[in-house]
């Protein structure tokens, strides 16, 4: 089955700096890979996503580039805010089907 | 609220209950997603449907957990018989079939088990 992992684990930066979350998956069938932002107590928001057939997809501060040769898809932020700060999932998956989540990556942005 | 609600939202419960989750779609959105969310971790897949029809289910899913969706509306997930390890928040995410991967997420009911 996939496996989608994730780095890195905790992501440190100062305000309007860039962070970069990297991940790699395994099952060369998965053509749909979204981000997940999630505030403590709160459910997973969408912030992006992408699909096979794009190589990459911005919107506004936030970009996602996909490899499907090396599957592996990072997330891009840019000029971060502390707002930013929270976990940030990504996940692959196929069609319609299940979505497998990577562990996640704390980002504190300190002002 | 048009979004994905969850009932309850805290259940604590002692061990050997059972107990019982309601997952409310997005209206119109024929597919309905449970995961199980444990500390530090992503959400991990349980089960899925379209519709009324239930397509996939984990591995991890022992006998003890049971998930309806029997008009094709609401779901439902029951944990039978609660172990401490069951202790996890449970989210359950709706997408809409044409064309919509996009799952959305309701905020989870988080269980405890003594």
């Known amino acids: 089955g996939e496996n989608v992992e994730q780095h890195p684990s905790t992501l440190s930066v100062q305000e309007g700096d860039s962070a970069v979350i990297k991940c790699t998956y395994s099952?060369?069938?998965?053509?749909?890979f979204p981000w997940y932002k999630q505030e403590l107590g709160k459910r997973p928001q969408l912030i992006i996503d992408i699909r096979s057939n794009v190589g990459e997809k911005k919107d506004q501060r936030i970009a996602v580039t996909l490899n499907k040769t090396a599957k592996h898809f990072s997330l891009h932020i840019t000029e971060t805010q502390p707002e930013d700060s929270a976990v940030y999932f990504c996940a692959a998956g196929t069609g319609f089907q299940k979505l497998v989540f990577g562990t996640g990556t704390r980002l504190l942005v300190s002002p | 609220d048009t979004g994905v609600s969850q009932d309850p939202r805290h259940k604590i419960t002692k061990r050997g209950q059972n107990v019982t989750f309601r997952c409310d779609p997005i209206?119109?959105?024929?597919?309905l997603y449970w995961y199980r969310q444990t500390l530090g971790q992503g959400p991990e897949f349980l089960t899925y449907?379209?519709?009324?029809?239930?397509?996939?289910k984990s591995r991890l899913l022992s006998d003890r957990f049971s998930a309806e969706r029997p008009k094709g509306s609401f779901s439902t997930l029951e944990i039978q018989r609660t172990e401490q390890g069951d202790s996890a928040m449970y989210l359950c995410?709706?997408?809409?079939?044409?064309?919509?991967?996009?799952?959305?997420f309701g905020p989870g009911t988080r269980l405890l088990v003594l």
């Open positions: 449907f379209q519709n009324e029809a239930q397509l996939e």
């Open positions: 099952d060369s069938a998965s053509n749909y």
């Open positions: 995410a709706s997408s809409y079939g044409q064309g919509g991967e996009t799952q959305y």
């Open positions: 209206s119109e959105h024929n597919r």
